[in-house]
């Protein structure tokens, strides 16, 4: 099936630092959505995007969807120690017969060092 | 909006044995999803609900598995005859119109 490839794997900061990371696709999507996952809990959503070119912010998150609809990215700025964990992109195909199964990256590890 | 809840939150049976997970989903939400997710991956698409209905399922979804939400309300997930390899975190999620969906915090299957 469809895969997104998320990167970097791995993150290790310092507190204080920006963050990037970024998720492309073979395929075109309609919506991509950007979570974090802490140890033992489901992901939390963090911003959606449904439009090509589109900016939103949330606090210290700012996503983009990226123009050609392969891809996303996301910044962290000013990390602080709390924002360790799992990001995970996901996305929505276009063009098929899903009712909203989304497609997950694989996922990038934040450590953040105070 | 109390969010989605999952139960139990961890399970340890043994192989060959049936095990359901139940989901609750944010109350106005209509559309009801099941994923699951093996370690150092993201969560894969099993099935997804509208209402009651079934409307599509992953060749994930073994005839072993089955989901149901009989009410539109609540769904089950039943494993029947569980195999080692159905050790993961069963993630439960849910979604109004929009497709943002929001995650319940997991059921931790370990098969033993």
């Known amino acids: 099936g469809q895969q997104l490839n998320q990167s970097p794997q791995s993150m290790f900061i310092q507190e204080g630092e920006d963050v990037s990371m970024n998720c492309t696709s073979s395929?075109?999507?309609?919506?991509w959505l950007w979570y974090k996952q802490d140890p033992g809990e489901g992901p939390v959503l963090l911003i959606a995007?449904?439009?090509?070119?589109e900016l939103t912010s949330n606090g210290r998150l700012t996503a983009q969807f990226g123009i050609t609809r392969k891809d996303s990215f996301l910044n962290i700025s000013a990390s602080i120690p709390s924002d360790v964990g799992i990001y995970f992109c996901a996305g929505l195909e276009a063009g098929g017969t899903s009712y909203g199964k989304l497609t997950f990256g694989q996922g990038t590890i934040l450590t953040v060092h105070p | 909006d109390t969010g989605v809840s999952q139960n139990p939150r961890h399970k340890i049976t043994k192989r060959g044995q049936n095990v359901t997970f139940r989901c609750d989903p944010i109350?106005?939400?209509?559309?009801l999803y099941w994923y699951r997710q093996t370690l150092g991956q993201g969560p894969e698409f099993l099935t997804y609900f509208q209402n009651e209905a079934q409307l599509e399922k992953s060749r994930l979804l073994s005839d072993r598995f089955s989901a149901e939400r009989p009410k539109g309300s609540f769904s089950t997930l039943e494993i029947q005859r569980t195999e080692q390899g159905d050790s993961a975190m069963y993630l439960c999620?849910?979604?109004?119109?929009?497709?943002?969906?929001?995650f319940g915090p997991g059921t931790r299957l370990t098969v033993t």
């Open positions: 995007l449904y439009k090509a070119g």
């Open positions: 109350s106005e939400h209509n559309r």
């Open positions: 999620a849910s979604s109004s119109v929009s497709y943002e969906q929001y």
């Open positions: 395929s075109i999507f309609n919506t």
